[in-house]
């Protein structure tokens, strides 16, 4: 069965396009603490006369709130500081004077109450709080961890769009979590990637066997990493838009809202102790409001060891390597077309395991027209298709729709094909730029272009039970299927004399029909089939 589902698996670079007004925020923030929070109010301890000294220099408050564990016996058994840069969530300040700001965060009884002051925030107010947090709780920020509060005035003054106007509900605390990565403000017309380190505070290893990317039709991608245990500390915490260095593991990604079911007995791997690594590119089509930008991922875990094989994720980027394959399109209305490799010593990635795949997909901007990929032999030639972007599915020698780049389509093999990494993958994709930049090169903008190839396997299919869905890769390229569509007969001619079997599945992977073959032709009565498409295997 091929489910028509865009997931890859690539990093993306700088993008920065929003106007950022301030090199530092905490002075703002600061003066709303001092407007608003007195040493009788802002409390840290049970004791109404405990306090979080939110009196004194800009310097002296900061230095008594980032970072800096809380008195509360709960908020402190819980890991929260009073400030953790990156995460509004375990800021326990933020936590008291949210007074239902953010739905998800909700005071426990230990935590005591809300503080009495913060009933006099504004909306406005908190988000420039937690907009601080997010961005990294910098007292001196740069223009790479700074955010434009001018955006989040317009948006409270006047309305804007909400990219999740409601929160998705979060998968059953036995069975997951959710994490929410947001919101983060887009300027009108205007475009935003951050990347975001997150701590899932996994004490011990898990697997990963299901992924829900929830997020808005404005979304460009969502990715979702892991660094290497111990990886993340040479990264800075809250949002960076610098996307040169990257988390080193893969595990899904998605150009909209998406649910990722491994196939049985299968799963991501995470350490005890990892973290993750978000990836959130929006585009705001407004030119009159800004856009709230926010993606929820409920994550499905289960214990480490319960899956029988290790599900792994790579995607492999094309056209780089000088001089004559560079990502290069001239706005002629010429179609310029781009091959690159992906086996043992290609690069930038090199294949360095035998494969088992069970997906495979494409991701190109704009201007990309056509995407295939093919089977590569050792002597450096073209073997079989294994997939065409234009086609639905990605069937090779499929139904042709055209290249829907925001839409490319997945396809999933069962059983999994089998990929020596001496032979590996060779994968093209062509362009036709009509628009007004000339040339458009590699990049990351939605202006740019992007040549990438993406796969998920397993080293080994020793315990795997079969999905019930049909290997596309064996459909015969030599097979003339007529007429297609077709409404009461349906006729197959091959090329050859064949004996064997003609087998017919629907999109669920259902076998329909069975047919022996003896001849280089057969026909099928299709006139009491539901209207859908329909998947063959020679």
Same mark, same amino acid.
């Given at each position: 069965?091929?489910?028509?589902?865009?997931?890859?698996?690539?990093?993306?670079?700088?993008?920065?396009?929003?106007?950022?007004?301030?090199?530092?925020?905490?002075?703002?923030?600061?003066?709303?603490?001092?407007?608003?929070?007195?040493?009788?109010?802002?409390?840290?301890?049970?004791?109404?006369?405990?306090?979080?000294?939110?009196?004194?220099?800009?310097?002296?408050?900061?230095?008594?709130?980032?970072? *800096?564990?809380?008195?509360?016996?709960?908020?402190?058994?819980?890991?929260?500081?009073?400030?953790?840069?990156?995460? &509004?969530?375990?800021?326990?300040?933020?936590?008291?004077?949210?007074?239902?700001?953010?739905?998800?965060?909700?005071?426990?009884?230990?935590?005591?109450? /809300?503080?009495?002051?913060?009933?006099?925030?504004?909306?406005?107010?908190?988000?420039?709080?937690?907009?601080?947090?997010?961005?990294?709780?910098?007292?001196?920020?740069?223009?790479?961890?700074?955010?434009?509060? %001018?955006?989040?005035?317009?948006?409270?003054?006047? =309305?804007?769009?909400?990219?999740?106007?409601?929160? &998705?509900?979060? /998968?059953?605390?036995?069975?997951?979590?959710?994490?929410?990565? =947001?919101?983060?403000?887009?300027?009108?017309?205007?475009?935003?990637?951050?990347?975001?380190?997150?701590?899932?505070?996994?004490?011990?290893?898990? !697997?990963?066997?299901? *992924?829900?990317?929830?997020?808005?039709?404005?979304?460009?991608?969502? #990715?979702?990493?892991?660094?290497? *245990?111990?990886?993340?500390?040479?990264?800075?915490?809250?949002?960076?838009?610098?996307?040169?260095?990257?988390?080193?593991?893969?595990?899904?990604?998605?150009?909209?809202?998406?649910?990722?079911?491994?196939?049985?007995?299968?799963?991501? +791997?995470?350490?005890?102790?990892?973290?993750?690594?978000?990836?959130?590119? $929006?585009?705001?089509?407004?030119?009159?409001?800004? %856009?709230?930008?926010?993606?929820?991922?409920?994550? $499905?875990?289960?214990?480490?060891?319960?899956?029988?094989?290790?599900?792994?994720?790579?995607?492999?980027?094309?056209?780089?390597?000088?001089?004559?394959?560079?990502?290069?399109?001239?706005?002629?209305?010429?179609?310029?077309?781009?091959?690159?490799?992906?086996?043992?010593?290609?690069?930038?990635?090199?294949?360095?395991?035998?494969?088992?795949?069970?997906?495979?997909?494409?991701?190109?901007?704009?201007?990309?027209?056509?995407?295939?990929?093919?089977?590569?032999?050792?002597?450096?030639?073209? =073997?079989?298709?294994?997939?065409?972007?234009?086609?639905?599915?990605?069937? /090779?020698?499929?139904?042709?729709?055209?290249?829907?780049?925001?839409?490319?389509?997945?396809?999933?093999?069962? &059983?999994?094909?089998?990929? /020596?990494?001496?032979?590996?993958?060779?994968?093209?994709?062509?362009?036709?730029?009509?628009?007004?930049?000339?040339?458009?090169?590699?990049?990351?903008?939605? !202006?740019?272009?992007?040549?990438?190839?993406?796969?998920?396997?397993?080293?080994?299919?020793?315990?795997?039970?079969?999905?019930?869905?049909?290997?596309?890769? !064996?459909?015969?390229?030599?097979?003339?299927?007529?007429?297609?569509?077709?409404?009461?007969?349906? +006729?197959?001619?091959?090329? !050859?004399?064949?004996?064997?079997?003609?087998?017919?599945?629907?999109?669920?992977?259902?076998? #329909?029909?069975?047919?022996?073959?003896?001849?280089?032709?057969?026909?099928?009565?299709?006139?009491?089939?539901?209207? =859908?498409?329909?998947? $063959?295997?020679?």
């Amino acid at each position: 069965m091929c489910v028509r589902r865009i997931l890859f698996t690539a990093g993306c670079l700088l993008i920065g396009l929003a106007s950022f007004a301030q090199s530092s925020n905490y002075s703002k923030v600061y003066r709303i603490f001092k407007t608003n929070c007195t040493n009788t109010s802002c409390h840290d301890k049970v004791s109404p006369t405990g306090n979080m000294s939110l009196e004194g220099t800009e310097s002296e408050v900061y230095n008594n709130l980032v970072g *800096v564990t809380p008195t509360n016996s709960y908020a402190d058994s819980m890991g929260y500081s009073r400030i953790n840069p990156g995460d &509004p969530h375990t800021s326990f300040l933020f936590r008291k004077i949210n007074q239902g700001f953010d739905a998800h965060i909700i005071l426990d009884t230990q935590e005591v109450d /809300p503080m009495p002051s913060a009933i006099n925030l504004t909306d406005e107010e908190k988000e420039t709080i937690r907009q601080w947090i997010l961005h990294g709780a910098m007292q001196n920020g740069t223009s790479l961890n700074s955010f434009d509060t %001018l955006l989040i005035q317009d948006y409270y003054t006047n =309305g804007g769009v909400e990219s999740m106007p409601t929160a &998705p509900p979060a /998968p059953d605390s036995a069975d997951g979590f959710q994490i929410h990565m =947001g919101p983060f403000f887009v300027a009108k017309g205007q475009e935003l990637e951050y990347y975001l380190k997150y701590d899932p505070k996994l004490s011990t290893a898990t !697997e990963i066997y299901r *992924v829900d990317m929830l997020m808005g039709g404005f979304s460009h991608h969502f #990715i979702l990493n892991r660094f290497k *245990v111990g990886e993340e500390s040479s990264f800075s915490d809250g949002y960076r838009r610098n996307g040169s260095s990257l988390s080193s593991v893969g595990i899904t990604s998605a150009q909209f809202a998406d649910t990722m079911i491994l196939p049985a007995k299968t799963a991501f +791997y995470i350490p005890a102790n990892s973290w993750f690594d978000l990836n959130s590119h $929006y585009i705001n089509f407004s030119s009159t409001q800004v %856009l709230k930008a926010e993606v929820y991922i409920n994550i $499905y875990t289960q214990d480490a060891g319960t899956a029988v094989q290790i599900m792994y994720s790579t995607g492999q980027t094309g056209a780089l390597d000088p001089p004559s394959n560079i990502l290069y399109v001239p706005n002629d209305g010429n179609t310029y077309t781009f091959e690159d490799e992906f086996y043992q010593g290609s690069y930038p990635i090199s294949l360095n395991n035998d494969i088992y795949v069970w997906r495979m997909t494409s991701h190109t901007h704009q201007w990309g027209t056509d995407f295939q990929i093919f089977r590569r032999n050792t002597d450096d030639t073209r =073997g079989v298709m294994l997939y065409d972007g234009a086609n639905i599915d990605g069937i /090779p020698n499929g139904t042709s729709v055209g290249f829907d780049y925001a839409h490319p389509p997945t396809l999933i093999f069962d &059983p999994f094909i089998f990929i /020596p990494k001496n032979e590996g993958f060779i994968f093209e994709a062509s362009y036709v730029n009509t628009g007004n930049i000339n040339p458009v090169t590699w990049g990351a903008t939605s !202006e740019d272009e992007r040549f990438i190839m993406g796969i998920f396997y397993v080293l080994d299919t020793t315990g795997l039970s079969a999905l019930g869905i049909p290997k596309a890769i !064996e459909i015969s390229h030599n097979t003339t299927v007529y007429p297609n569509p077709a409404e009461s007969t349906i +006729y197959f001619d091959f090329e !050859e004399f064949l004996v064997g079997t003609l087998s017919i599945y629907n999109a669920f992977g259902t076998l #329909i029909d069975e047919f022996a073959l003896k001849n280089d032709f057969a026909k099928m009565d299709v006139s009491n089939l539901a209207t =859908g498409v329909y998947v $063959y295997i020679v």
